[in-house]
């Protein structure tokens, strides 16, 4: 499967993406506010692209991983959870390399895959949440049309021994 748009490519991830995954994926800057982010090493981020790449050939998956491609580049990644058991509410998360920042390109790829899992998928809820710090990702929340629903605290980035405080937001279709 492949979602295209003006400016972009999203399609599945897997390990053939595993260098440009490892940029992004393992630098402090980008994964600042991430909970699950930077990755350590190489080889952890080959076993999270090789389970990526299994979950997409499972019969239901939970936990899709897309790529996304501009120009033939790869800049960053989408992931959609699926976390009801009817299978039509998911969490979206997104990721892109520093350099591709402020251009509107998560926007147009969330928008994108948003608009796949509506018809394909039959989705009709989608949640977002992020480090309650991280001001551009809760504006993009903000852009997509999604309504604030909580600020709770317990949350733990990788990178930090602190406990922070989520946002989280939320969209009906």
């Given at each position: 499967m492949e979602i295209t748009t003006e400016r972009l490519v999203v399609k599945p991830?897997?390990?053939?993406?595993?260098?440009?995954t490892f940029a992004y994926a393992s630098d402090p800057v980008v994964t600042h506010f991430m909970m699950h982010l930077p990755v350590a090493s190489v080889e952890?981020?080959?076993?999270r692209?090789?389970?990526a790449?299994?979950?997409w050939?499972?019969?239901?998956?939970?936990?899709?991983?897309?790529?996304i491609l501009m120009n033939g580049w790869h800049i960053g990644g989408l992931t959609l959870y699926i976390i009801s058991e009817d299978r039509?509410?998911?969490?979206l998360a997104w990721i892109l390399g520093r350099d591709y920042w402020h251009k509107g390109i998560a926007y147009e790829a969330v928008t994108?895959?948003?608009?796949?899992?509506?018809?394909?998928?039959?989705?009709?809820?989608f949640i977002a949440q992020c480090d309650a710090e991280n001001t551009a990702s809760e504006q993009l929340m903000k852009r997509l049309g999604m309504h604030f629903v909580s600020c709770l605290g317990g949350r733990k980035n990788r990178s930090s021994n602190e406990e922070?405080?989520?946002l989280t937001y939320e969209i009906l279709f």
């Open positions: 991830a897997g390990p053939e993406y595993l260098e440009s952890e981020q080959r076993e692209l090789e389970r790449a299994e979950e050939k499972a019969a239901n998956p939970h936990a899709l991983e897309f790529v039509h509410e998911a969490e994108a895959l948003i608009d796949y899992a509506r018809r394909e998928w039959h989705i009709h809820r922070r405080q989520e």
